[in-house]
């Protein structure tokens, strides 16, 4: 079973795909290619949008899971799940580069392997880069480095401040290498039924940003992308795109009610003042989310929103924003059962009050 669904062509880039490279996506990542947009230069097969492979949410829960079966290994994957620092950059993460007073993470060298010669070396964008960490990434820290400093008195040695976090050597002295962790992450999926590998953490921790509403600025820092988050921008625009899809639905149930009447192919036909009465609080509500209705900012099965969120807004209580709500529902315009919320009404055609030139 792979991460994507298996009608969905995948490409993997090489140092030699300059089409691709030039767009963002690294040496190494799987793409998906959509078949919406122009074909590729020099081919007959129509390439879209790249989206960069990621295990879902679930997928990624599970091999967190998995990967704890081992706490040395398990606080690898997760850190590269939570940072979405590349595999060389987390095999030559010291310990004097965690401060987990301040919660902040350094990334500043990366271990680099050809065959079985490895060196330290600058990161890919040859800048340093500090990641905020999470409280839940903090307490695993906290209790990973515990568990290694039992482990050293135990063997009565010590270890030394600018030792490797990862390390296969008991007093940390040296560092993973990069190969040994893909083949061990590899191995690891193919036990879950998954073809994978460890750089689509590093997707994962991006998407999951993006799709969180984080601006593209923060995550290319975090990710340790060069040119201001052009380069993110490029390789995660579908996400980018999808987050911005949220946003304007989001904004579009908290904007006022628009005092426009919008025919079929949404243009302005005549302009409608809704008549409210004011020493009835629900009536004003009903006749707000009236109005949303008939401009289509809330179309018919958008939810309306939610009584905690109304009684807030207009600063009444919940019965009146309860009121509000059967009020439009003995108007035909709102559906809604028990432990249900409301929706607008599949066949709800609102008749607007009020003078109209």
Not at 20 to 31: A, D, K, N, Q, T
Not at 73 to 94: P, S, Y
Not at 264 to 279: E, H
Request: proline share 6%.
């Amino acid at each position: 079973m792979s991460c994507a669904p298996m009608s969905t062509p995948v490409h993997l880039v090489d140092q030699a795909d300059p089409w691709l490279l030039e767009r963002g996506v690294e040496p190494g990542s799987s793409v998906a290619l959509d078949q919406r947009q122009p074909s590729r230069p020099g081919t007959t097969a129509e390439v879209g949008p790249l989206r960069p492979l990621s295990p879902t949410p679930e997928q990624a829960a599970t091999i967190a899971s998995e990967a704890f079966a081992d706490p040395d290994w398990g606080m690898f994957v997760w850190l590269a799940m939570t940072t979405g620092a590349r595999r060389g950059e987390l095999c030559a993460i010291r310990l004097n580069q965690i401060d987990l007073h301040s919660k902040v993470l350094s990334i500043r060298t990366s271990i680099a392997q050809e065959a079985a010669e490895t060196w330290e070396k600058d990161t890919k964008a040859h800048q340093q880069r500090r990641i905020a960490l999470d409280a839940t990434t903090v307490a695993l820290l906290h209790t990973y480095l515990q568990r290694c400093e039992t482990t050293v008195a135990d063997l009565g040695i010590s270890i030394a401040p600018d030792s490797w976090l990862f390390s296969s050597a008991p007093d940390r002295g040296s560092w993973l290498k990069p190969d040994t962790v893909s083949q061990h992450y590899e191995r690891m999926c193919a036990r879950l039924g998954w073809d994978m590998h460890i750089h689509q953490l590093r997707h994962y921790a991006a998407t999951e940003l993006i799709a969180a509403g984080v601006d593209v600025r923060t995550v290319a820092g975090r990710l340790g992308h060069g040119g201001g988050g052009a380069a993110t921008l490029r390789y995660y625009t579908a996400w980018v795109s999808e987050a911005d899809q949220r946003a304007a639905g989001s904004l579009a149930g908290r904007m006022p009610v628009a005092p426009l009447d919008l025919d079929d192919v949404g243009q302005a036909r005549r302009a409608a003042v809704v008549q409210t009465n004011a020493a009835a609080p629900y009536l004003r509500i009903a006749a707000d989310l009236r109005g949303a209705i008939a401009c289509q900012a809330l179309k018919p099965g958008d939810p309306l929103p939610t009584l905690k969120d109304i009684s807030a807004r207009y600063s009444v209580s919940a019965g009146t924003a309860h009121r509000a709500l059967e009020q439009l529902k003995s108007d035909g315009l709102v559906s809604a059962s028990r432990g249900r919320r409301a929706v607008v009404s599949a066949d709800a055609e609102p008749a607007l009050t009020g003078d109209v030139e």
